[in-house]
């Protein structure tokens, strides 16, 4: 699908979804409800699922939210990960209501004997574990060593926390070295990658608003993705989490490493145009929402320029003053007045979608 040339590492499941190995990049996200409460954690488990989410992991902090999970599994249509701090007992639990995965730090969970106890349930379980290292919460003596937080630090932490789990013969595991530093994310993933075959999961952590962790993210995630690096990401945006799976599935399509929903190409505007194009280019994204099949569609301002621009495009329309042209594959199939430019265009995308489900 791609020129690109993935780095090969080894492969892990949770649930049905495959990490690595050549497996297509999984899109994961975190839900924001209390564990506790079941159904306000299944309606976003479920917003995200419909948004397209491949695996939701579930913040768990306490008791009462490890024994929830198993009503949650119940009824969730993906696979979960339950994410584990400082307490091993509430990964235990957590692998005893079925979970599909964790994440956790083995070194700060209570020492050898614990760890110990939690790769062997999980790897009774079948289950993997994922490693995960903040830049914020390197242990002091990494730091001092180091001389701060470096990519050789946050690889180095990794790399004690995978030992851990290897001397237990435990090797089911996936990594992620998150940084809201994008060079040094970039730094970190880059050195990992060199050292170990294990799946990396991408991510740029405490990125901020949709307006500036969209741009963090897709500069950082995107970077990695195009050296061939990571088997799986997160986007990490404050608030609603279905975003994040919007903007994740984005940078995949993007690079063309997963194929799936429509593409929109839209001109920015400029002097030439004749039309309300952000209305209408506004008005095609959100119909788009509704369409499953890979297609790209294009939005053109200029009916000089813009049916040869967008060529490549399965389906588009231009605008010329009050009025425009409606094509496919660059060629002209007809001119109709600006108010039926959308319905013509989507007419045009029907058709497209029958043909493919009769070929």
């Known amino acids: ?51 397209g989410c491949d695996i939701v992991r579930l913040a768990v902090p306490d008791m009462a939210a490890a024994r929830n999970l198993g009503s949650i599994l119940a009824a969730s249509p993906v696979p979960l990960v339950a994410d584990i701090h400082f307490d091993y007992k509430l ?16 070194g700060n969970i209570g020492g050898p004997e614990k760890v110990a106890a939690v790769a062997a349930a999980a790897k009774k379980a079948h289950i993997p574990i994922r490693i995960g290292v903040n830049a914020g919460s390197l242990d002091k ?126 001109c920015p505007t400029c002097g030439r145009t004749s039309i309300d194009l952000p209305a209408i280019a506004a008005e095609v994204e959100k119909k788009l929402a509704g369409v499953a099949e890979p297609i790209e569609v294009a939005v053109m301002g200029c009916v000089v320029n813009g049916p040869g621009e967008a060529r490549g495009a399965d389906v588009g329309i231009a605008g010329g003053k009050g009025e425009g042209l409606v094509f496919r594959k660059g060629e002209i199939l007809r001119k109709v007045p600006e108010c039926e430019l959308v319905p013509e265009l989507f007419k045009e995308i029907d058709r497209i979608i029958e043909e493919r489900k009769n070929q």
């Not at 040339?5 to 497996?23: D, E, F, L, N, S």
């Not at 897709?218 to 945006?237: F, H, M, N």
């Open 91 to 106: 990964a235990l639990e957590a692998i005893a209501q079925g979970i599909h995965a964790l994440r956790l730090n083995p």
């Open 141 to 266: 003596r990494l730091l001092k060593k180091y001389g701060g937080v470096t990519a050789e630090a946050l690889v180095a932490s990794a790399l004690e926390h995978v030992r851990l789990l290897e001397q237990e013969g435990f090797y089911d595991m996936k990594i992620s070295l998150k940084a809201h530093d994008v060079p040094l994310t970039l730094a970190a993933y880059r050195l990992m990658s060199e050292t170990v075959d294990y799946p990396l999961h991408l991510g740029i952590t405490e990125a901020g608003t949709v307006r500036t962790g969209v741009i963090k993210s897709a500069v950082g995630i995107g970077a990695l993705l195009a050296e061939g690096i990571g088997d799986t990401l997160r986007i990490s945006l404050t608030g609603d989490p279905v975003p994040e799976v919007r903007v994740g599935r984005e940078i995949l399509k993007s690079l063309g490493l997963r194929s799936y929903g429509p593409t929109l190409v839209a």
């Open 1 to 51: 699908m791609t020129e690109y040339q993935r780095k090969k590492t080894r492969q892990i499941h949770i649930g049905p979804v495959a990490i690595g190995g050549g497996a297509p990049i999984s899109v994961q996200s975190m839900t924001n409800t209390k564990t506790a409460d079941t159904e306000a954690t299944l309606a976003q488990i479920r917003a995200l699922a419909q948004a």
